[in-house]
C-alpha cells in the first residue's frame, strides 16, 4: 500500500471501496434474502443498523454526513445540467475502463485491486454463474460512471447510497438524522411522503440523489436491454432495492425489474477478492462483448 496522503476535508474516505466495505457491513447476508424488509422485528433491526452506523470509521461517517447535507433537489438538477449533455469525452468502453483505471486513491487496503481489475472481477463472477451475455456486460461496466471523480468531482456526488430527492428522506436511509442540514428538510413541499411526485409515478420520473449510477446509465442507455439499464442506474439504490422504501414511487415496470436490480445486488456487493484477473487472457472475450453491444466511441 502506498504511503497516505493528506486527506482533503470535503474527500473523506482514502479509496471509494471504503464506502463499499461499510455497506457490506451492514448488508452482510447475501442478497438471497430477495426481501430482506420482511424482517421478523423491525425495532431490532433499526436497533442494528444504528449499530452499524455507530460502529462506522469516521471517514465514513464523515462521507455520509456531506452527501446528505448537501445532496439536494436544486443540486440534483445542476449537477443533471452539467453532465447530461456529455459532452466532455468520446470513449469506447475499454478506453473508459483504462481511464477510470487512472483514478488513483490510496489503494483499497482489503484487495489491492486496480479499478479495472474490479471492473473485470465482478463480470468474471456472473460469467461463471453461466448468467447472459448482457448481464456479464453490465458487471463489468456498472462502475464506469466513477470517472466522474476524474472530473473532480467530490466523493459525495459520485458514490453513496442513492434515495430520491424532492420528497420526504425515508428512515431506512443510513445516516438518516444528518437530513437535518439538509435545506430541503426545511421545505415542506420536498418533505411530504409524495413530495412533487405522484403515487406509482413510476421512478423514471424520479430524481435520485446524483451520483455515477445515473451518469452511466445516461451514456449507455440506448444500447443495452432494460434489465441492464434498471441494475446500472438503481444499483445504489439501497433503500428500495434492500429496505423495500419508496414502492409507493414505482409503477408496475419498476417493480418487475427490481428482481434483476436485487439479483445483480450480490455481484456488485461480495465478488471482491484477491484472486487478480489475467487481464491480458480475458481482454478478447470482453473486447468482443463490448462490440457486441456499444459502437466504437460513446459520449461522456
Ligand atoms: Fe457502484
Not at 120 to 130: F, H, K, M, S, Y
Not at 164 to 170: H, K, L, M, Q
Not at 281 to 289: D, G, N, S, T
Request: overall charge negative; aromatic content about 14%.
Amino acid at each position: 500500500m502506498k504511503p497516505s496522503t493528506p486527506v482533503p476535508a470535503h474527500q473523506p474516505l482514502q479509496h471509494l471501496e471504503e464506502w463499499e466495505d461499510f455497506l457490506k457491513e451492514r448488508y452482510p447476508a447475501p442478497a438471497a434474502a430477495a426481501t430482506p424488509f420482511e424482517a421478523v422485528d423491525p425495532e431490532k433491526k433499526k436497533e442494528q443498523f444504528r449499530n452499524y452506523e455507530a460502529d462506522a470509521r469516521p471517514s465514513v461517517r464523515e462521507f455520509y454526513r456531506l452527501n446528505h447535507r448537501h445532496q439536494t433537489y436544486d443540486f440534483v438538477q445542476t449537477k443533471k445540467q452539467e453532465f447530461l449533455a456529455r459532452s466532455r469525452r468520446a470513449m469506447g468502453i475499454w478506453e473508459a475502463m483504462e481511464y477510470l483505471n487512472t483514478l488513483v486513491d490510496d489503494s483499497d487496503p482489503d484487495t489491492d485491486l486496480s479499478q479495472l481489475e474490479h471492473l473485470l472481477q465482478t463480470a468474471e463472477q456472473i460469467r461463471n454463474d453461466g448468467h447472459p451475455r448482457w448481464f456479464i456486460l453490465t458487471g463489468l461496466i456498472h462502475d464506469l460512471g466513477k470517472i466522474l471523480c476524474l472530473y473532480g468531482e467530490p466523493q459525495w456526488a459520485v458514490v453513496g447510497d442513492t434515495f430520491p430527492v424532492g420528497c420526504a428522506f425515508s428512515e431506512t436511509i443510513v445516516f438518516h438524522p444528518y437530513f437535518a442540514d439538509n435545506p430541503d428538510s426545511q421545505n415542506p413541499r420536498y418533505q411530504s411522503r409524495l413530495g412533487i411526485y405522484e403515487e406509482g409515478c413510476g421512478l423514471d420520473k424520479v430524481h435520485l440523489s446524483w451520483g455515477h449510477d445515473e451518469y452511466l446509465y445516461h451514456v449507455v442507455k440506448d444500447c443495452l436491454p432494460d434489465e441492464a439499464l434498471y441494475m446500472i442506474r438503481y444499483h445504489s439504490f439501497y433503500p428500495a432495492h434492500r429496505e423495500g422504501a419508496y414502492a409507493y414511487l414505482m409503477n408496475e415496470k419498476d417493480r418487475k425489474m427490481f428482481d434483476w436490480v436485487r439479483a445483480f445486488n450480490p455481484y456488485d456487493l461480495y465478488t471482491k477478492s484477491h484472486d487478480r484477473p489475467d487481464v491480458k487472457k480475458i481482454r478478447p472475450f470482453y473486447e468482443e462483448l463490448i462490440a457486441e453491444f456499444f459502437p466504437a466511441k460513446l459520449k461522456w
